[in-house]
């Protein structure tokens, strides 16, 4: 893909800043491009985990994963471009909730996905991400774990660790664009029009969907699969954004949304116009209050070191 003026500018910028460019997979193919480091939310907070001798960081991705990286680097200025790229799903976990199921089960070791804000993950034994839920919660060899915010990666946990009991931090947290895809009937229409064709889905999917797919997979997972399939069509369950990237690094397969249209509308606050600014202004800075920053960061760096 050749550069735009702007996507230029920008590399400019960052290199005269000395700013490390962190993108999340679902963020627009032309941010893709001038990435760093391009990935999922583990990959994400690993590199985040090993950043040495540059002055800033630049986060195109949503609110929990910029804080994640802050709080990873309390040194380091962290900015994101757009305040307004706020995963939702995050949002739904309250700390009444929370602190009353840590009083209800005090036994509990509490798993929080990394999609959470940071006051949640202060409270949290360790964290998780689609990559590593079903290790992370293996390895606590707890019979019962207090487990949130998404349902649906619960459900892909609870069927590969059978012993444990979940209790789930809130009741019903989701992903809205992964319970978009709904049950995968689109998908399964698709995989016979091209015999063949292979079904992908994230572990954020609906579990009737889970148990259609020929693969459940995080973004990242959805990367490697990508080259290493004989398939020639694939049917990818997850947020199109993944899309532009797998079809760029895989130009002989063909990648097809399992739902059309399952965009975050989140992750596509981010434009290259409001990541220049940033790079410009130097902010919006992520604030993460000390006592919060030192508890949260425990348990990411619990995870890092279970995965
Ligand atoms: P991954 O960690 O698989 O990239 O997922 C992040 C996310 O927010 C999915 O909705
Ligand atoms: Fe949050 Fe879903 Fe968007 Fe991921 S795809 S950032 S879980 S709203």
Known sequence: MELNELQKKILKLKQEKNALLLVHNYQIPEIQVIADLLGDSLELCRAAQKVEDIDMIVFCGVDFMAETAAILNPDKKVIIPSVKAVC???AMLSM??????KKQHPEAPVVLYVNTLAEA?????????SANADKIVRSLNAEKVIFGPDKNLGYYVQKRVPGVELVYVPDDGHCYVHRFIGNGDEAIKLKKRYPGSEIWAHPECEPEFQERADYVLSTGGMVRRAKETDAEVIIVGTEVGLIDRISRENPSKMFLPAKKYSECSAMKRITLENLYQALVEEKPVVIVPEDISIRARLAIERMLEAS
């Open 96 to 101: 009444d909730t929370l602190m009353e199921a």
């Open 121 to 129: 993950k202060a409270e949290a034994t360790i964290t998780c991400t």
């Open 88 to 90: 939702p799903m995050a």
